[in-house]
């Protein structure tokens, strides 16, 4: 008989205690997620299929999981340790995503990117002409900028210019080139 004639049943969960804590080393005070998933993802946290959920989730939210129970919606993990592939459920509690930022700025782990502490404004940044990449100069940006405000299309600075539709727009935009007035 073919496959596809009869509908598959659906496989139970499996239990993911003895799978998850085998992934965990606990040798010292936080639990390290050990599991590959976490570096072949190229992640900061690991990541384990919870057949529960029927998806791939992040290691610590399945800790919070197996210690305390469902995560309510619209809350979040949160480490107290500061360690992402930390896993142990006392070092764990539950926030939203206002608490999290919170927490990163009591503990100085927020990268601010606005204003003086962005890396364009840092002295020797690489932006501008700087940038062995540009094709423009900064002497181009004003103009451009005029071109436009006169009604001339992006492509047409585009083509005018010799670079492409998404480089002019940016320079429009103030996306890119933004330290030329």
């Not at 598959?8 to 965990?24: G, H, L, Q, Y």
């Not at 992402?84 to 990268?111: E, S, W, Y």
């Not at 364009?120 to 062995?132: D, F, H, W």
Request: include cysteine; glycine fraction near 8%.
């Amino acid at each position: 008989m073919p496959r596809g004639i009869f509908p598959r049943k659906p496989r139970p969960p499996t239990p993911i205690d003895p799978r998850f804590w085998a992934k965990v080393d606990k040798t010292g005070d936080c639990w390290i997620w050990t599991a590959a998933a976490a570096k072949r993802r190229n992640a900061t946290y690991g990541h384990i299929w919870d057949s529960t959920i029927r998806k791939v989730d992040r290691a610590h939210r399945v800790s919070w999981r197996l210690a305390y129970g469902p995560i309510p919606p619209g809350m979040q993990v949160l480490h107290r340790c500061d360690t992402p592939l930390c896993v142990r459920p006392d070092h764990l509690f539950l926030g939203t995503q206002i608490d999290n930022i919170a927490d990163m700025d009591r503990k100085g782990r927020r990268r601010n990117l606005f204003g003086d502490d962005h890396p364009a404004r840092r002295p020797g940044a690489r932006i501008g002409e700087r940038n062995g990449r540009a094709l423009l100069s900064a002497t181009d940006i004003p103009a451009i900028r005029t071109l436009y405000a006169h009604g001339l299309l992006c492509r047409e600075i585009a083509a005018f210019y010799g670079v492409k539709y998404a480089t002019i727009y940016g320079v429009i935009s103030r996306k890119n080139w933004s330290h030329i007035p």
